[in-house]
């Protein structure tokens, strides 16, 4: 099963959730850490590395001998990545999408395959738990690619948990496609209701089932509660708010390991997701 | 003389460390100024300054391939083309959360079978807020090009300043260090970092700097929550000075903060003097900052 966590509005828990479910499940669980340009779950996982390995895209590179200024590479590039002048052939790395559009236009087979690097992927494991994160280098725009990486590393014999980023746009959704569920975090207050709608709106457009986990129960309004109950969407577990939570977090533990209470809810989420799933 | 325009641009790296909050505050102390949220994927500022839209515009950005179905002869060059796996090989039907707007599989179709239109991705506004003009934006649930959007709004929110005489922008930026940070980032005259003491603050935030440092835009730090792991706090605190990174201040954790974006307010509007008192300090602290970033960028340029 391909679990996906997500929820729109960052900071509402949903390294917190993954972590803690991972460790949790222990060898029946991997986790994969899709949130590439702020990767958080090793810090609160001792993990130990076994893989690393650098991930480049490909880039064109112009053979300024063969190449004959014809333009035809400036005019299929939708992403302004290459511009042929008079004098030279202009390329931007950095705006290139490696759709390959130019190689295959080039009349004069002027075009060489040079590499970007995008970031780091590393796998390792915690206790018996699976890991996979990748790193986006600093400075890259581009998370999609190296989030596709991180996915191929998917283990379909266990219990996939894929932290996703923030937010509404192709980060997530490339983390969400592919998902049998994903875990909506919240927090209950109009911020978290707002960003919530959104994210259920992009589960809706993939057609991926969904429920809601509402964060620090308890600090903002009962919106959260209202909206999905009118929408008809299953709230999974409400997590009260307590301080002692965010210190330990703070500090880079697992509450799991801290809290008994912790091991309780996240079977009790488990078993909520496993039966949204049989209706 | 024309008054040089500064952009203070709100980041956080990690998600959820009170940025939209602070940039609420920070509308609430400064005096004239043109706000612009860049959070366009999940836009919240207008929850609290609760705009009234004056200008409502179509965001157009890119192309998607789309197959029509008459002409197409099912020869598969497109799908073996495609480097994004965007085409269905039962249907021969273009996913388009897949499709990367690319076009070579429309260049390239022996019967030109494949349209190319451009797609609508979201919509962009100028509001009038109690504080000032606001630029913000909506990107379309699951769309692409937010960071061509966040271009959009810095653009038009410098536009607008530009147009009223206005020497102020304040920036609610998006989270991450990915394609719309870079965007929300660029050509800004500083940034303020809003960590948490948490040890995912502390990671993000250095990845933050970093960028900052990529892109060679200035930086300034504050700690929100600081009294949830003082320990952490100080560290971040010590890791600017280290740095040569200007540490602006510490804000408690304070329910207020909850308690005012429930209320569908900026926190300044509640009432805790204390914590107003601080963030007016915390304004001039950055004010003054701000001021003497652009005026070495100045001398540089």
């Known amino acids: ?279 | 003389m024309e008054k040089e325009i500064k952009e203070l641009v709100v980041i956080s790296g990690k998600g959820g460390t009170g940025k939209t909050s602070i940039v609420g505050a920070l509308a609430a102390i400064s005096g004239e100024k043109i706000l612009v949220d860049a959070d366009v994927d999940a836009a919240d500022l207008h929850l609290i300054l609760s705009p009234e839209i004056v200008e409502r515009h179509d965001f157009i950005s890119g192309h998607e391939a789309v197959i029509v179905e008459e002409r197409c002869t099912q020869c598969g060059d497109c799908i073996s083309l495609c480097r994004f796996d965007a085409i269905d090989e039962a249907s021969f039907t273009v996913n388009s959360f897949n499709c990367e707007g690319c076009g070579v599989c429309v260049h390239f179709c022996p019967e030109k079978a494949i349209d190319f239109p451009e797609k609508h991705c979201g919509e962009w506004y100028v509001s009038n807020t109690k504080y000032g003009p606001m630029v913000h934006a909506r990107l379309g649930i699951a769309e692409e090009n937010s960071g061509k959007l966040v271009s959009l709004v810095r653009q038009k929110g410098r536009e607008l300043a530009e147009a009223q005489g206005i020497d102020l922008i304040i920036t609610d930026g998006p989270p991450g260090v990915g394609c719309p940070v870079i965007a929300a980032v660029g050509n800004a005259s500083a940034l303020l970092v809003v960590a948490e003491p948490t040890v995912s603050g502390k990671h993000d935030l250095k990845r933050v700097l970093e960028l900052s440092n990529f892109f060679n835009v200035p930086a300034m730090v504050c700690v929100n929550k600081f009294d949830l792991n003082r320990k952490v706090a100080i560290e971040i605190e010590k890791f600017c000075e280290t740095n040569n990174i200007t540490f602006i201040d510490h804000i408690p954790f304070n329910p207020e903060f909850v308690r005012a974006v429930a209320n569908g307010k900026t926190v300044v509007e509640a009432d805790d003097e204390d914590l107003v008192q601080l963030l007016k300090i915390i304004w001039e602290k950055i004010s003054s900052k701000l001021e003497e970033f652009s005026q070495k960028a100045a001398r540089a340029a």
């Open chain 1, 1 to 279: 099963m391909i679990l996906t966590i997500a929820s729109g509005k960052g900071g509402t828990g949903k390294t917190t959730l993954a972590t803690n479910l991972a460790a949790y499940l222990g060898n029946r669980a991997q986790l994969l850490d899709c949130d590439v340009e702020e990767p958080n779950d090793h810090l609160f996982l001792d993990i130990e590395w076994d893989e690393r390995e650098t991930v480049t895209t490909v880039i064109p590179e112009v053979d300024e001998e063969k190449c004959t200024r014809c333009g035809e590479c400036g005019e299929i590039c939708q992403f302004k990545a290459i511009a042929p002048l008079e004098a030279t052939v202009l390329v931007f790395p950095e705006l290139c999408h490696s759709c390959g559009g130019c190689f295959l236009v080039c009349p004069e087979d002027a075009i060489d395959e040079g590499t970007r690097e995008l970031g780091m992927l590393e796998i390792g494991h915690y206790n018996t738990t699976g890991f996979v994160h990748g790193r986006l280098r600093i400075g890259e725009a581009m998370a999609p690619p190296l989030i596709k990486k991180v996915k191929e590393k998917l283990d379909l014999n266990k219990i996939a948990i894929l932290d996703a980023p923030p937010g509404t746009s192709c980060p997530v959704v490339n983390t969400m496609i592919g998902s049998d569920y994903i875990v909506l975090v919240t927090e209950p207050t109009p911020f978290g209701l707002h960003d919530l709608k959104l994210a259920v709106g992009v589960t809706e457009k993939l057609g991926i089932p969904a429920g809601i986990v509402i964060n620090r129960y308890g600090i903002g309004d009962a919106g959260v509660e209202q909206w999905a109950e009118k929408q008809n969407i299953p709230v999974l577990l409400k997590i009260p708010f307590d301080r002692k939570v965010a210190e330990i977090y703070a500090e880079g533990k697992l509450l799991v390991e801290e809290l008994p209470e912790w091991s309780q809810m996240m079977g009790e989420l488990l078993s909520k997701i496993e039966k949204h799933l049989q209706n």
